[in-house]
């Protein structure tokens, strides 16, 4: 079954998955670019991977729960994806 995935996350400042279950999607991740900080993303060996506002990157075949995200509390970043 395909599922469009749409979805806003407003960051905090402490680290975040985005999604509370397994969801493997093919997506495009969207730092707004009204943001007033960096997304900092999770890397895979722990360290902090900066998002520039209005930077983005399409991901393929991924687990939205091992990734994680903080930065300026009320900044947001988008995905927009699906399960095909």
Known sequence: MNNVIMREITLTDTYQPLATEQTVVSMTVNC??????????????????????????TFYRVDLAAIEVKGTPGDKITL???TW
């Not at 895979?44 to 983005?56: A, N, Q, R, T, Y």
Request: glycine fraction near 20%; avoid cysteine.
């Open 32 to 57: 707004l670019p009204t943001n007033a900080g960096n997304a900092i993303f999770k890397g895979d060996d722990g360290s902090d991977v900066p998002w520039l506002p209005g930077e983005w990157h």
């Open 80 to 82: 927009i994806g699906g």
